[in-house]
């Protein structure tokens, strides 16, 4: 007796979401946007929930993105469909420009759709173009713009099928179908594989469910709910962004540092105090500036009473690798404190050996006033 297959389903209310997240700089002075450019209706957001029985809302910021929905675009490569587009600002430097797609279709067809506009795809200039429209518009909001930091994101939406069904049933009877959508493979997976693509699932209510992978996820939830998915998925992004310019401007000092200490041993006990004693202050600023852009970023989401969205925002780290990432970084601050003391300490060895030097030279000089003294 042979298993028969899944009777095929159809997306009939769906959208798929691309996400491009850019790291433009320490900080962005959302105060000042409205004042920089007043033509467009940037304003202040929060991730919208479902209602709570709670006064408070399940997830806050806090200091919340300012969002700008920004007239739709039409991709002429895809016979002229129209993409929605919506632009974020986050206080910690952070540009989130997301297009969103509507869909109806087979599971095979969506995974066509998003691999064709997966990377540095023709989308992807789109969103360097808005991007260079807005640091036009906005580039006096930021503070210390450095080098661009780039991560994407896709997000598979889907708010209702051509028949009932729940996620119990997509996870029992779909899973080789969802596999392959989020894994962007066209060949059939082993099972090995299809159960690692589909282990970080999550599911709530009957008609809820939401998988994520590295860099695409599949989200079975009603309006509401697919914009708190939403609103993780571009947060998470912006929290991976965020690290890997941690990790790069601790790699850029971490190179100058070794570079100097080895031109300080070729210099003179006098000029290696002072570079000592600079190199200790260079630190000692680094490492204020990568502690409180660490907590700025690490602080900005808040979860109140909701443990399954905290539950899914967990996932969705472990997946992004969040927390390698931060133990990466800790090790090179580590690295980077332990450096600061050698300095630190190289520079007081200096100090004290130019203020022996200087008692000597005093007492030399007090004895030969002396003996020119006695003289006379």
Same mark, same amino acid.
């Given at each position: 007796?042979?298993?028969?297959?899944?009777?095929?389903?159809?997306?009939?209310?769906?959208?798929?979401?691309?996400?491009?997240?850019?790291?433009?700089?320490?900080?962005?002075?959302?105060?000042?946007?409205?004042?920089?450019?007043?033509?467009?209706?940037?304003?202040?957001?929060?991730?919208?929930?479902?209602?709570?029985?709670?006064?408070?809302?399940?997830?806050?910021?806090?200091?919340?993105?300012?969002?700008?929905?920004?007239?739709?675009?039409?991709?002429?490569?895809?016979?002229?469909?129209?993409?929605?587009?919506?632009?974020?600002?986050?206080?910690?430097?952070?540009?989130?420009?997301?297009?969103?797609?509507?869909?109806?279709?087979?599971?095979?067809?969506?995974?066509?759709?998003?691999?064709?506009?997966?990377?540095?795809?023709?989308?992807?200039?789109?969103?360097?173009?808005?991007?260079?429209?807005?640091?036009?518009?906005?580039?006096?909001?930021?503070?210390?713009?450095?080098?661009?930091?780039?991560?994407?994101?896709?997000?598979?939406?889907?708010?209702?099928?051509?028949?009932?069904?729940?996620?119990?049933?997509?996870?029992?009877?779909?899973?080789?179908?969802?596999? $392959?959508?989020?894994?962007?493979?066209?060949?059939?997976?082993?099972?090995?594989?299809?159960?690692?693509?589909?282990?970080?699932?999550?599911?709530?209510?009957?008609?809820?469910?939401?998988?994520?992978?590295?860099?695409?996820?599949?989200?079975?939830?009603?309006?509401? =709910? =697919?914009?708190?998915?939403? +609103?993780?998925?571009?947060?998470?992004?912006?929290?991976?962004?965020?690290?890997?310019?941690?990790?790069?401007?601790?790699?850029?000092?971490?190179?100058?540092?070794?570079?100097?200490?080895? !031109?300080?041993?070729?210099?003179?006990?006098?000029?290696?105090?002072?570079?000592? !004693?600079?190199?200790?202050?260079?630190?000692?600023?680094?490492?204020?500036?990568?502690?409180?852009? $660490?907590?700025?970023?690490?602080?900005?989401?808040?979860?109140? +009473?909701?443990?399954?969205?905290?539950?899914?925002?967990?996932?969705?780290?472990?997946?992004?690798?969040?927390?390698?990432?931060?133990?990466?970084?800790?090790?090179?601050?580590?690295?980077?404190?332990?450096?600061?003391?050698?300095?630190?300490?190289?520079? !007081?060895? =200096?100090?004290?050996?130019?203020?022996?030097?200087?008692?000597?030279?005093?007492?030399?000089?007090?004895?030969?006033? $002396?003996?020119?003294?006695?003289?006379?």
């Amino acid at each position: 007796m042979t298993n028969q297959a899944p009777p095929a389903i159809q997306i009939t209310d769906g959208r798929l979401h691309f996400y491009y997240i850019f790291d433009v700089c320490d900080s962005i002075s959302l105060a000042r946007v409205r004042y920089h450019d007043p033509n467009n209706d940037y304003r202040a957001t929060i991730i919208e929930t479902l209602p709570q029985s709670g006064p408070l809302p399940a997830l806050q910021f806090a200091r919340p993105p300012l969002m700008c929905m920004v007239p739709g675009i039409k991709l002429d490569w895809l016979d002229g469909v129209t993409a929605d587009r919506r632009i974020k600002l986050y206080d910690y430097g952070t540009v989130a420009i997301r297009y969103t797609l509507p869909f109806a279709g087979t599971f095979e067809q969506a995974r066509v759709l998003a691999l064709s506009l997966k990377g540095h795809s023709p989308l992807y200039q789109v969103a360097l173009r808005d991007l260079a429209d807005v640091t036009e518009h906005l580039g006096a909001t930021f503070v210390r713009p450095h080098d661009t930091i780039f991560e994407d994101y896709i997000t598979i939406e889907v708010s209702a099928f051509d028949t009932p069904v729940t996620a119990d049933r997509l996870l029992a009877e779909y899973r080789d179908e969802i596999a $392959s959508l989020i894994s962007l493979e066209q060949q059939p997976l082993s099972r090995m594989e299809r159960e690692e693509t589909t282990k970080s699932a999550f599911t709530y209510a009957e008609c809820e469910l939401a998988i994520f992978t590295w860099d695409v996820a599949f989200v079975f939830d009603d309006t509401e =709910g =697919g914009a708190v998915v939403d +609103g993780l998925v571009e947060f998470a992004n912006t929290q991976l962004a965020e690290l890997r310019t941690y990790d790069s401007l601790l790699d850029r000092y971490l190179d100058e540092i070794y570079k100097a200490k080895s !031109e300080g041993m070729r210099k003179n006990w006098w000029q290696g105090g002072k570079t000592a !004693e600079r190199q200790a202050e260079t630190l000692r600023l680094l490492l204020v500036d990568v502690q409180e852009l $660490s907590d700025k970023a690490h602080n900005a989401l808040k979860f109140v +009473g909701d443990a399954y969205y905290a539950r899914l925002y967990r996932g969705l780290a472990q997946r992004l690798a969040l927390g390698d990432w931060q133990k990466q970084l800790e090790s090179k601050l580590q690295s980077v404190q332990e450096i600061y003391r050698f300095y630190h300490d190289q520079a !007081e060895h =200096g100090r004290a050996e130019f203020l022996e030097v200087l008692v000597i030279i005093l007492i030399s000089v007090e004895i030969l006033m $002396s003996v020119l003294h006695f003289l006379h």
